[in-house]
């Protein structure tokens, strides 16, 4: 499987250690990239072949990567319009959707547009995918299997809800940093060392986090397990309550989502 991927940024260096990591082959993976730094050390890194531009590639291969910004995305894959053959489009830039792909990729229609989030960097992302009708099976297997190396993959089939995926697991890492943030400077403020408020913070984090993945109970059973009547937890939570801090986390989540859907229309006019 012969796979090129534009833009040679953070998230295309994962996917590319995972694919490797996972069996796929350096000398089959092909990365266009501008900045003669990036290409050096994904040559070094990887081994895998890199291309300065567009212009230079012959033909896209089987699978095409879309990593560069969306802002810079039609400029970008202008050049390989006429080369993409039957190959499949894999976009992982956010806010564009697939119409304006595939207008800008000359009417190709075998796209898969994906929201991975920043914890693909470590193997750990999750990674949400939406394939417009004329995707094959096997193309679609591709796709989850390329977004497998960094982590788990759920499909989404109505293209409108990916922006409500970038609300939630996309921008999903920035208000977990904010939460141990919170409990870091509460640590701080009851006379911990800043080593010991971010050890008891992220511990803790990770720690309910795994407990949820591995319980079959909602989180809201699990939470009421943890609140004694009257009891230190119930405190906390009530001040929580009283100043709208779960309420502000979905309302926060419905702004990204509204803010995804304006970008979108904004980065897709021709």
């Known amino acids: 499987m012969k796979i090129t991927f534009l833009g040679g940024g953070n ?6 250690g995972g694919m490797l990591k ?5 000398a089959d993976i092909t990365v266009i990239d501008p900045g003669s730094e990036a290409r050096a050390r994904l040559a070094q890194s990887y081994a895998v072949n890199c291309l300065e531009s567009a212009e230079m590639l012959t033909a896209a291969g089987d699978v095409l990567v879309l990593a560069v910004k969306p802002q810079q995305m039609k ?19 956010a806010g564009l959707d697939m119409a304006a792909l595939s207008r800008w990729l000359g009417g190709h229609r075998q ?19 939406c394939a417009r009708p004329e995707v094959s099976t096997e193309q679609r297997a591709t796709a989850d299997r390329v977004l497998r190396t960094v982590g788990t993959t759920v499909w989404i089939e109505d293209e409108a809800k990916i922006d409500g995926v970038t ?8 208000y977990v940093f904010l ?5 870091q400077q509460a640590a701080a403020d009851l006379g911990f060392t800043p080593e010991q408020g971010r ?16 319980s079959v109970e909602p989180a809201s ?50």
Do not use: H, W, Y
């Open 11 to 16: 998230m295309a260096n994962a996917l590319i």
């Open 22 to 26: 996972q069996g796929f082959a350096a």
């Open 75 to 93: 400029e970008a894959v202008a050049p390989l319009v006429g080369k993409l053959g039957n190959a499949l489009v894999i976009s992982i830039a």
């Open 111 to 129: 796209i898969v547009r994906c929201m991975p989030n920043t914890p693909a960097l470590i193997g750990a992302g999750i990674t949400g995918l």
């Open 167 to 174: 609300a939630i697991s996309g921008s999903g890492p920035a």
């Open 179 to 183: 939460f141990i943030e919170a409990l």
């Open 199 to 214: 050890l008891l913070a992220i511990e803790t984090v990770q720690g309910a986090a795994a407990l949820a993945a591995n």
């Open 221 to 270: 059973v699990l939470r009421e397990r943890v609140t004694s009547k009257g009891g230190t937890t119930a405190a906390a939570l009530q001040v929580m309550a009283d100043t709208g801090v779960k309420e502000g986390i979905v309302a926060g989540c419905m702004a990204a989502a509204a803010r995804g859907q304006e970008l979108g229309k904004i980065l897709g006019a021709d």
